[in-house]
């Protein structure tokens, strides 16, 4: 009884991850497919473009060029993409995806964290 109670507690101190959300919402996918656009060409201004003023402001153009170096041309090949869902965390939605670069046999997490219609935060796992 005590282990089911401390294993309802941890579940319930996990952020909330909907996958009843079987399809992105439109701007969801617009971020997503604008964000791994703009890393394909490298493209700073497209990357922020959609981006709230904090995340602009804390991603520097070559900070930027650090990342899409670190990633040389990881999704340039192709891709394919799968929506998982979303996590609620503080006051941004965070909508995660499956991506599985061609022909790599790794597949990555990206998170999108959308804050009053903007992106406010992007990694790739």
């Given at each position: 009884?005590?282990?089911?109670?401390?294993?309802?507690?941890?579940?319930?101190?996990?952020?909330?991850?909907?996958?009843?959300?079987?399809?992105?919402?439109?701007?969801?996918?617009?971020?997503?497919?604008?964000?791994?656009e703009a890393l394909n060409t490298a493209d700073y201004e497209q990357f922020v473009r959609h981006a709230d003023a904090e995340f602009s402001a804390a991603l520097t153009p070559d900070q930027f060029k650090q990342l899409t170096g670190a990633l040389s041309g990881l999704f340039a090949a192709g891709y394919e993409s799968a929506y998982l869902g979303t996590l609620q965390q503080a006051d941004a939605l965070v909508h995660l995806w499956k991506v599985s670069p061609e022909p790599s046999n790794t597949d990555y997490l990206v998170k999108i964290a959308v804050r009053d219609g903007k992106v406010a935060g992007f990694w790739i796992q």
């Amino acid at each position: 009884k005590v282990l089911a109670s401390l294993g309802l507690a941890v579940l319930l101190s996990i952020p909330s991850l909907t996958l009843a959300d079987a399809a992105p919402s439109d701007t969801a996918t617009l971020f997503f497919q604008n964000q791994i656009e703009a890393l394909n060409t490298a493209d700073y201004e497209q990357f922020v473009r959609h981006a709230d003023a904090e995340f602009s402001a804390a991603l520097t153009p070559d900070q930027f060029k650090q990342l899409t170096g670190a990633l040389s041309g990881l999704f340039a090949a192709g891709y394919e993409s799968a929506y998982l869902g979303t996590l609620q965390q503080a006051d941004a939605l965070v909508h995660l995806w499956k991506v599985s670069p061609e022909p790599s046999n790794t597949d990555y997490l990206v998170k999108i964290a959308v804050r009053d219609g903007k992106v406010a935060g992007f990694w790739i796992q």
